[in-house]
């Protein structure tokens, strides 16, 4: 092989053409008429056309197309026996009423980048591969990430089996009336040893590139978060006459627990919600025995996220004590942080530092990503593409074309300077 070429984010000519020429080839499927929003559901008819798509990209550019043995979709430029392969690629699968970005983003900025790489007569010294990770939002069979999941063996195949959809179709036979055979499906640790670094691109699902002023941004980790539910219990009365003073009303400290979270959040730089509520007995002229409040808080390190959670059982006990109400405080569920590789997150920077005078800030999210599930068995990373509204799974979620051709030269100068060393 020879010598890479110097580049810049400003010289490629391929990459913006092709890339608003597949994104409009992308953009009417499984889009629908009445919510404008994407109901791309893993093996139907809107996925099903979505993969056709994925292989018509790989056939014209003349890479090597194969589907895995869990449905996952690739292209390979070189051979991917070589080992040390250098793959990007995002998901075509949406959530219901989905917006047009969160995945197509990473699959077509991957396609474009390539283009870009070719313009520039880049030469690689290891395979690159592009990869349609399948069902990565879970919006079908309920679990996020099941294309990578299953590859990474974090979801077996016996776990997998026991997946239905809404209808009681099992995730195999879903697989197999798309044409996908479903009796390999199971942990790939052979492919998973080919691969040296995986970059995904995505949009970004919040307003940190907005505020900052950024068209681009590397992730540093995804945010621990977690579940807890708070139970205040009373003493159910009459809401007419009951003196105020002999009251033991769950309510107050509830709220005044709300507010807390909220302070607690504000002073950790974290985000702390209590989104979901139920009430004993629940009914308008009853002071209320029992309020179960729901908190999902995230931070971006797990001393934050502790102290967050720490400050708000701390106020609510204080507040239950003050009002003779008794406290139960119970973790239902927690994710721990999953931080990118800091060697691969560093050269990212480096790279993008060298070849872009764009400033490239690194920033965590709160989000899960099949990059995710990746980074617990190889060098991962992730790059973001400013979203102005933060909105995300909505048909509301919106990059500038500006800003998606940003991207694609980010990724185009990442892939040049990773697989071409
Ligand atoms: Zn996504």
Redesign the pocket.
């Known amino acids: 092989m020879t010598e890479c070429g110097n580049s810049s984010a400003s010289a490629g000519t391929g990459s913006g053409g092709s890339f608003h020429s597949m994104w409009r080839e992308l953009l009417p499927i499984g889009r629908h008429s009445g919510s404008h929003g994407y109901r791309r559901f893993a093996w139907t008819g809107a996925d099903t056309e979505c993969r056709a798509w994925f292989k018509e990209q790989a056939e014209a550019r003349g890479l090597t197309y194969e589907v895995d043995r869990n449905g996952n979709q690739w292209a390979w430029l070189g051979d991917p026996a070589q080992g040390d392969a250098v793959v990007t690629g ?2 075509l699968d949406s959530v219901p009423d989905g917006g047009a970005f ?2 197509p983003l990473g699959v077509v900025s991957s396609f474009a980048a390539l283009d870009e790489l070719r313009s520039r007569r880049a030469e690689f010294a290891k395979p690159l591969a592009l990869v349609n990770f399948g069902d ?2 879970g919006a079908r069979f309920g679990l996020a990430c099941v294309g990578s999941r299953l590859t990474a063996g974090q979801l077996t195949a016996e776990q997998a089996h026991l997946l239905t959809d809404g209808e009681g179709v099992s995730l195999p036979r879903a697989m197999e009336a798309a044409g996908h055979d479903p009796e390999g499906i199971g942990a790939d640790p052979d492919r998973l040893a080919r691969i040296g670094a995986f970059v995904e691109l ?1 949009v970004e699902q919040g307003r940190a590139l907005d505020l900052s002023g950024d068209r681009v941004g590397i992730a540093s980790a995804i945010w621990p978060h977690g579940r807890w539910r708070f139970d205040f219990r009373g003493e159910a009365n009459h809401a007419g006459t009951t003196r105020l003073l002999d009251r033991r009303d769950p309510m107050l400290s509830y709220a005044e627990t709300v507010l807390a979270a909220r302070r607690e959040a504000e002073l950790a730089g974290a985000v702390a919600t209590f989104g979901k509520i139920a009430v004993e007995p629940n009914g308008v002229n009853a002071i209320p025995s029992l309020v179960r409040g729901w908190l999902d808080s995230r931070a971006a390190d797990q001393e934050s996220l502790d102290q967050v959670v720490g400050g708000i059982e701390k106020a609510a006990g204080e507040y239950a004590r003050a009002h003779g109400i008794d406290l139960d405080v119970v973790r239902e569920s927690f994710t721990p942080v999953v931080e990118f590789d800091h060697a691969l997150r560093d050269e990212l920077a480096r790279i993008l530092g060298t070849t872009t005078d764009l400033k490239v800030p690194v920033l965590g999210t709160g989000a899960g ?1 099949d990059a995710g599930i990746l980074a617990g068995h190889i060098p991962t990373a992730m790059l973001f593409v400013r979203n102005p509204t933060g909105v995300s799974h909505s048909p509301a979620e919106f990059a500038a074309e500006d800003d998606c051709v940003a991207g694609v030269l980010a990724l185009a100068d990442v892939l040049e300077g990773l697989a071409c060393r």
């Open positions: 995002s998901h969160d995945g990565e939002e995505h990503h």
